[in-house]
T-cell receptor, first 110, second 115 residues
């Protein structure tokens, strides 16, 4: 079966660091993606991991451990505009189908 | 570069009525996806096209939903007849084809309300 788990909601303070976890059990793996989605808007691409390790892109970093079926998105120096839902998605190697988690709603407080 | 365009942005219809959504992908993107997203949930794939071929429509409720991408560019998604449970946001996304295609670009979506 295909299953992706993320926390439903998280709260953090402006200027802080937050880590959003994602665990997955899928029949295949061809990359893990993180998307940001502000309320009422389309998801936008944040990061892509296909090999184990940390990918850093500005204030955002994403980590992958394929053996553990685990990823996290790390957001540093939080800003109010980072309040959004963060979607974890796994791509199937045979079909190139993206399987999305339910998303983690992050609230950044002043 | 223009993004993925969808129309309409909002649609309110009564149950049992038909409805259609239109998507224009990013130029040069051969792969097109239609997703359904319910409130508080992640997108769920309805259908994926490679050029004009529907390569994955296993999640499309074919009794009432249909889609086409006749010339391998624009696509339409139709529901006939609509049911109350079809109220959701319908997202279109596109990407380049191939193993190097790592990013999907999403359109703004069509928010459908069925009364």
């Amino acid at each position: 079966g295909q299953n992706i788990d993320q926390p439903t909601e998280m709260t953090a303070t402006e200027g802080a660091i937050v880590q959003i976890n994602c665990t997955y059990q899928t029949s295949g793996f061809n990359g893990l993606f993180w998307y940001q989605q502000h309320a009422g808007e389309a998801p936008t691409f944040l990061s892509y991991n296909v090999l184990d390790g940390l990918e850093e892109k500005g204030r955002f970093s994403s980590f992958l451990s394929r053996s553990k079926g685990y990823s996290y998105l790390l957001l540093k120096e939080l800003q109010m505009k980072d309040s959004a839902s963060y979607l974890c998605a796994v791509r199937d190697p045979g079909t190139y189908k993206y399987i999305f988690g339910t998303g983690t709603r992050l609230k950044v407080l002043a | 570069e223009a993004g993925v365009v969808q129309s309409p942005r909002y649609k309110i219809i009564e149950k049992k009525q038909p409805v259609a959504f239109w998507c224009n992908p990013i130029s040069g993107h051969n792969t097109l996806y239609w997703y359904l997203q319910n409130l508080g949930q992640g997108p769920e794939l309805l259908i994926r096209y490679e050029n004009e071929e529907a390569v994955d429509d296993s999640q499309l409720p074919k009794d009432r939903f249909s889609a086409e991408r006749l010339k391998g560019v624009d696509s339409t998604l139709k529901i006939q007849p609509a049911e109350l449970g079809d109220s959701a946001v319908y997202l279109c996304a596109s990407s380049r084809t191939g193993t190097g295609a790592n990013e999907q670009f999403f359109g703004p979506g069509t928010r459908l309300t069925v009364l």
